[in-house]
């Protein structure tokens, strides 16, 4: 059977770029909430499907290691953008049997016997995903010079970065975050692939799909479906999204978004069903390359409250279009044009699952100030004895 793949057992399986974890840490990038197709499945390594094949990513210090497996169900295309439409294996009421196990001893670990171009297109795909051309460092010292509550953040959670994903994925991910939580939101995603994407591998009984293209999701059985899958409401707004897309605008049309300015690109995206400002402000960031898009939610309102004495909405109870833009306007006046970018680094130092970091710089920085006072105490009691001599 063909398993998750781990550095320590040999980086003959592995290749590697030059990344320093200030520039990414994968453990805060891919945890959150930007994406829901990474799980950990080993002591900080991570695997997902990206760019129609599934990866496992690890790092060290200096370095960005990647393995990337062999696919069973087909080409690597870009969430099948070229395959036929038509509902997956599990919605025509046919039983996933063919996904076979990696038969090369090579392996075990499903590694593909790759030419030099092949190496040089999965190191292309893979800092174009963490957008790596984009100097975090540099952002960082930028946002801590004009905004001391980041200052002091920013030095905990280091190595956030916007992920470049594919705009279907992002977008039909985020209708599914509709009054949802990560957690939930990585099953629906998960069970989205696993009933109408193309079968890549399997990895310990674990079975990868691509994403879905637009021309299954578009199929008028989908929303029956995906309801029955529990995605209730949302199945509507995912098939409806789709079919509107194939019939006024075509599979490529997302991907021109990129090619618009960001207010124009998040306006064709509020068309969609199921489409608002915060969804269309996460897809315009996550995907689209508009960096000062700043996707706000009752979270991030009360961020703006509390840590910044924001007035915006000042005395409402409802998060309205008007106070929605009036948070995004400020960001992008302290921070300027990759504000969507530091927003997400304050957003992901407010998720409970990362408060671990912040206890740990507590007490760093409580006994950092012990020894200095303790250091300062014994220079004075020195001066004292000396002084009594």
């Given at each position: 059977?063909?398993?998750?793949?781990?550095?320590?057992?040999?980086?003959?399986?592995?290749?590697?770029?030059?990344?320093?974890?200030?520039?990414?840490?994968?453990?805060?990038?891919?945890?959150c909430g930007q994406t829901f197709r990474w799980r950990e499945t080993g002591k900080d390594h991570w695997t997902g499907v990206m760019g129609g094949r599934v990866w496992t990513l690890t790092q060290t210090e200096d370095t960005l290691w990647y393995h990337v497996y062999?696919?069973?169900?087909?080409?690597?295309?870009?969430?099948?953008?070229?395959?036929?439409?038509?509902?997956?294996?599990?919605?025509?009421?046919?039983?996933?049997?063919?996904?076979?196990?990696?038969?090369?001893?090579?392996?075990?670990?499903?590694?593909?016997?790759?030419?030099?171009?092949?190496?040089?297109?999965?190191?292309?795909?893979?800092?174009?995903?963490?957008?790596?051309?984009?100097?975090?460092?540099?952002?960082?010292?930028?946002?801590?010079?004009?905004?001391?509550?980041?200052?002091?953040?920013?030095?905990?959670?280091?190595?956030?970065?916007?992920?470049?994903?594919?705009?279907?994925?992002?977008?039909?991910?985020?209708?599914?975050?509709?009054?949802?939580?990560?957690?939930?939101?990585?099953?629906?995603?998960?069970?989205?692939?696993?009933?109408?994407?193309?079968?890549?591998?399997?990895?310990?009984?674990?079975?990868?799909?691509?994403?879905?293209s637009i021309q299954a999701l578009a199929d008028s059985k989908v929303e029956a479906c995906l309801r029955d899958l529990g995605f209730g409401y949302r199945a509507r707004f995912l098939q409806q999204s789709a079919n509107l897309i194939m019939s006024s605008h075509g599979?490529?049309?997302?991907?021109?978004?990129?090619?618009?300015?960001?207010?124009?690109?998040?306006?064709?995206?509020?068309?969609?069903?199921?489409?608002?400002?915060?969804?269309?402000?996460?897809?315009?960031?996550?995907?689209?390359?508009?960096?000062?898009?700043?996707?706000?939610?009752?979270?991030?309102?009360?961020?703006?409250?509390?840590?910044?004495?924001?007035?915006?909405?000042?005395?409402?109870?409802?998060?309205?279009?008007?106070?929605?833009?009036?948070?995004?306007?400020?960001?992008?006046?302290?921070?300027?044009?990759?504000?969507?970018?530091?927003?997400?680094?304050?957003?992901?130092?407010?998720?409970?699952?990362?408060?671990?970091?912040?206890?740990?710089?507590?007490?760093?920085?409580?006994?950092?100030?012990?020894?200095?006072?303790?250091?300062?105490?014994?220079?004075?009691?020195?001066?004292?004895?000396?002084?009594?001599?």
């Open positions: 059977m063909s398993q998750h793949a781990l550095l320590s057992a040999g980086a003959k399986a592995w290749r590697s770029i030059p990344c320093f974890r200030a520039e990414l840490r994968l453990d805060l990038t891919l945890g062999s696919s069973q169900g087909g080409p690597g295309l870009v969430n099948g953008q070229k395959r036929k439409a038509g509902l997956g294996p599990q919605c025509s009421g046919k039983r996933l049997k063919g996904m076979k196990d990696v038969k090369e001893e090579d392996d075990e670990l499903g590694l593909d016997t790759v030419s030099s171009v092949q190496v040089e297109k999965e190191e292309k795909l893979l800092r174009d995903y963490f957008q790596l051309s984009v100097k975090l460092v540099d952002l960082y010292k930028e946002w801590s010079s004009a905004d001391q509550h980041f200052n002091h953040t920013g030095s905990i959670f280091t190595g956030v970065r916007m992920l470049r994903q594919d705009p279907v994925e992002c977008l039909f991910s985020f209708i599914c975050s509709s009054n949802n939580h990560i957690s939930r939101i990585q099953g629906m995603v998960e069970r989205l692939c696993n009933t109408l994407g193309t079968p890549l591998c399997t990895l310990d009984d674990t079975h990868y799909h691509d994403f879905p599979p490529d049309w997302l991907h021109s978004l990129r090619s618009v300015p960001y207010l124009q690109a998040r306006e064709a995206l509020r068309t969609l069903p199921g489409v608002g400002l915060k969804v269309a402000d996460c897809v315009s960031l996550m995907s689209l390359e508009k960096s000062e898009a700043v996707p706000v939610d009752t979270h991030v309102w009360q961020i703006a409250k509390r840590d910044y004495s924001c007035a915006a909405g000042s005395g409402q109870k409802t998060l309205t279009d008007k106070v929605y833009n009036e948070i995004g306007d400020f960001f992008r006046k302290l921070w300027g044009p990759y504000a969507g970018w530091a927003h997400s680094v304050l957003f992901c130092a407010d998720l409970k699952k990362f408060q671990n970091l912040k206890e740990v710089a507590i007490k760093e920085e409580k006994i950092g100030k012990t020894k200095k006072t303790s250091s300062k105490k014994k220079k004075m009691i020195k001066k004292e004895e000396e002084g009594g001599e």
